[in-house]
């Protein structure tokens, strides 16, 4: 079967749907770091979102193009992090119920933010227990719609509004870094910035340990890897979608990795010299140019900071590691 994959104007349509529900976040750049690298960094503050992450675009994209039989019905999700508490303030919003498969070693802070705006929580053992069967469960049993975390027209259109949004602000750029974990917001950025800025080269950036991306893009096909341990919680994937990978695979011009210990000068870096919060995962871009992973002297630069919902625990250990 062939997929009908999003288009550029499926981000335009979604631009409009979101007008005026999702805050248009600022760009903010660094002097200090613009010499250093003698570029000009622009970074697209996605971590000051709704939610505190860019899942809100896409969660509420998703929601807001079902009919009312499957509004009626209600809408789950899995998810561990961003993307189920996108849903549940976006279903909130719409007036649609929703419910959310987490795991049950869930963070006790996310698990909490999806039942505060009004999210039903299933819990599962991640160890015995397959998240996605159990969402297909609650579809077959509820007729609830299914919208995952990434692998869907939709939530890809949604997310590609945010370099939407960074190019009609600053202009012509030369190159974009977005965080990678299953592809929908680097598939969506990318369908944007073809159409907007086409010469722009456009890298994901993904977690070292969990480079089934990388593998992916050099391959030519989809690679599957065993579940990945880093610190950017938010990118732990096993493997692109369906969806995302086509995408990648035709209008991404490389795909990197980067090392824990760079996401953590990254986040040093946002509090101490700019004064944000920006979680791990949010950090993979940054850290990519903060590294200079490939060339940007001379270069005018997009890095997406895609979130910013972190354990405040782990956030100050971060902030507190030395080198």
Known sequence: MTLSLPKYQDVQEAAERLRNVV?????LTSQTLNGRLDAEVFFKCENLQRVGAFKFRGAYNAIARLGKPERDAGVVTFSSGN???????????????????????APKA???AAASYGARIITYDRLTEDRELV????????????IPPFDHPDVIAGQGTAVMELLEDVGGLDAIFVPLGGGGLLAGSLLAAHAMAPE????????????????SFNKGEIVRIDPPRSIADG???????????????????????????????????????MKIVVEPTGCLGAAAVLRETVPVRGMRV?????????????YAACLAHEF
Do not use: W
């Open 200 to 215: 722009c080269l456009v890298y994901g950036v993904e977690p070292l340990a969990g480079n089934d991306g990388q593998q």
């Open 23 to 27: 805050h248009r976040t600022p760009v």
């Open 83 to 105: 993307h189920g508490q996108a849903i549940a303030r976006a279903a909130r919003t719409l007036g649609v119920t929703a419910t959310i498969v987490m795991p049950l070693d």
């Open 110 to 112: 996310k698990r909490n």
């Open 235 to 273: 990118a732990l994937t096993q493997a692109l979608g369906e969806y995302t990978f086509p995408i990648i695979k035709r209008y991404a011009h490389d795909i990197l990795a980067v090392p824990d210990d760079k996401l953590i000068s990254a986040m040093q870096f946002f509090a101490e010299r």
């Open 302 to 314: 997009g890095v997406l900071l895609s979130g910013g919902n972190v354990d405040l625990a782990s």
């Open 135 to 146: 969402a297909g469960a609650l579809v077959e049993q509820e007729g609830l719609t299914l």
